[in-house]
């Protein structure tokens, strides 16, 4: 194909290194700044050089935050460990009861289908808050405020229509065919959808329950209002965090960078599924 | 004769199963929109009451007088300006940036696929953490941002919390989470576009910039209007990365409508403004949303007969 000169080389070279530097800084940054004390972080001008610690990463583990006047209580690992319950079961009870009716939608072509399809990817769109206010105020009647019964009930939002419709377009792909010979050598319906369908969208349910987890973990605005503090994940644990640690901004940055491991760890590791969700099913990988 | 008994039944339980099966296998999503539309219209009707939880007492419909107020509430037309803005300055920078990207990291080699990946983190980071990792970084006494800037000659930059950069410090943190997203469907797309007009325009000796112009961005505009659409859906209603910056602040520079039905509702207890304001934002996005999912079903058409 076309030969690059050494002068567009040296652009595209030149806007890639800045694009990188653009995006990954940030977090190489609040990397470096986790290893350090008050007194390194504070220095003007700001160096990469100093003595790496892990105090921040070990109070944090530990619960307690010794502070100049006294010794202080902190529940971020509580909040870490919200984080990883809602997530996981909220996708584990999405895919549950994601995964039978995406097949629905896509094979049992019946009445009313396309409607409620619809109006759950519209409400996909729709302002978060104004489904979460009046919910709140019907979660207080109903006894549901504040558990986290209450929380995987909401973050259905989130997740449930994601996995609808990423899993539809997979079971769409399955040529009938494949289908009818199984029914056909006498196997019934939930063989069929075990052995045949299951297998077939596995990517797809995959990508679904990858991107789930991560819209989940990295939701703030439904635990935001509907959670109080033992309840609450680490997106909005963290900003409470700061209030209560005023200036020990080592363990803050410690703690950004543990609540946002997960995601880039899963990230890393699916990358493909993550890909292929992420283009929402206009692509295949 | 004895095995056509057997079947027979069999044939009629299959029968009555397959009848109801759609509605057992789709009745969480059924529930799932009721869950959703019971809460929508009480948010409806919250709208055209004159309630605030302070004052339950006074509760009482006054049908449109939330959003009669509204005409001459210099409040809400700043909130519709701020948010404005915001969808318009995040989405144009992601869009132009986000293409950018995707036209360097065209070509499938190791390592572009391996800066494409990498490029993905900020999309994996929570927009509210994001916020608060610029934060520290823009700390006006440590935040090595605002060193930076004391460098450039800008002296004691407060970025957030001067009213004349929040808007700029909020909108550098969405395009860092965000750009990566627009780069990664144009990627998509780029990657799908057919071979042969490009190798005939190559052939043909055509500029680069005409086949830019001519060829490339025609054929990727589905992916273009897709990307564009879903983001401004997203950016209008942006909540996290506001709220966790400077909720809403300094003054009311950054009250985008989430953020101001948050504050309505909870800080002056005002449910009836709060839910008219979520109504036109809903009113916005609904229309915004029925053109992408058209859209988006269409490209997956295409993508599909493709594939």
């Not at chain 1, 001008?45 to 006047?69: A, D, V």
Request: proline share 5%; aromatic share 14%.
């Amino acid at each position: 194909m076309h030969k690059a000169s050494v002068l567009e080389r040296t652009l595209r070279g030149i806007a890639l290194t800045l694009v990188i530097f653009f995006f990954m800084f940030p977090i190489f940054w609040i990397f470096l700044m986790s290893f350090q004390t008050n007194e390194t972080i504070l220095r003007v001008p700001p160096s990469m050089i100093f003595e790496p610690t892990l105090t921040n990463y070990r109070s944090l583990i530990s619960g307690t935050l010794e502070g100049s006047t006294a010794t202080l209580e902190i529940r971020f690992m509580s909040n870490l460990y919200n984080s990883l319950f809602l997530s996981v079961t909220s996708v584990t009870v999405g895919l549950l009861l994601g995964v039978p009716a995406a097949y629905a939608f896509a094979k049992l072509k019946f009445r009313g289908s396309e409607d409620i399809a619809f109006t759950l990817l519209s409400f996909r769109f729709a302002p978060p808050l104004l489904v979460l206010l009046p919910l709140t105020i019907y979660f207080q009647k109903i006894g549901l405020a504040d558990t986290y019964l209450g929380l995987i009930w909401v973050y259905q939002l989130i997740v449930l229509p994601l996995i609808l419709w990423i899993v539809r377009g997979y079971f769409e792909d399955i040529p009938s065919d494949i289908e009818y010979a199984h029914r056909i050598a006498g196997h019934g319906f939930w063989s069929t959808f075990t052995k045949i369908a299951l297998p077939l969208a596995g990517p797809g349910i995959a990508a679904a329950g990858l991107l789930a987890f991560i819209f989940a973990w990295n939701n703030f605005i439904f635990a935001l209002v509907l959670a109080s503090a033992d309840k609450q994940p680490v997106t909005v644990g963290a900003l409470a965090f700061i209030t209560a640690s005023g200036i020990n901004y080592g363990q803050i940055a410690a703690g950004i960078m543990l609540s946002i491991a997960p995601t880039f760890a899963l990230a890393l590791y699916a990358q493909r599924y993550l890909v292929e969700g992420l283009s929402l099913g206009a692509v295949k990988g | 004769m004895s095995t056509h008994t057997v079947d027979a039944p069999k044939k009629r339980n299959f029968k009555i199963s397959k009848r109801y099966l759609p509605y057992v296998l789709s009745l969480p999503a059924l529930l799932m929109c009721i869950g959703i539309l019971i809460p929508f219209f009480t948010a409806v009707a919250y709208s055209l009451q004159r309630y605030r939880l302070s004052q339950p007492w006074a509760r009482k419909w006054n049908w449109g007088e939330n959003y009669l107020n509204f005409m001459t509430d210099p409040a809400f037309w700043n909130t519709l300006k701020v948010s404005l803005t915001y969808a318009f300055l995040t989405v144009g920078v992601e869009l132009l940036l986000g293409l950018g990207i995707a036209l360097l990291l065209q070509k499938r080699t190791r390592f572009n696929n391996f800066v494409s990946i990498m490029l993905l983190m900020p999309l994996m980071t929570a927009p509210a953490l994001a916020s608060l990792m610029w934060k520290l970084m823009t700390n006006p006494g440590f935040g090595v941002l605002s060193y930076w800037a004391t460098l450039l000659g800008i002296e004691d930059m407060k970025w957030a919390s001067d009213p004349s950069t929040a808007m700029m410090t909020v909108v550098i943190v969405d395009v860092w989470v965000y750009t990566p997203f627009i780069m990664i469907l144009l990627l998509a797309g780029l990657r799908s576009l057919p071979r042969q007009p490009f190798e005939a325009a190559e052939l043909d000796g055509v500029p680069r910039l005409f086949v830019f112009w001519k060829i490339t961005l025609p054929m990727l505009t589905p992916f273009l209007l897709t990307a564009v659409l879903f983001r401004v859906i997203e950016s209008i209603q942006q909540f996290d990365i506001i709220y966790a910056m400077t909720q809403g602040g300094p003054g009311d520079k950054l009250t985008v409508f989430q953020v101001e039905a948050y504050l309505n509702f909870f800080q002056s207890t005002n449910v009836g403004r709060s839910a008219a304001l979520l109504m036109i934002l809903w009113l916005i996005t609904y229309i915004l949303s029925t053109i992408f999912i058209k859209n988006w079903l269409r490209l997956r058409e295409r993508a599909r007969g493709e594939g």
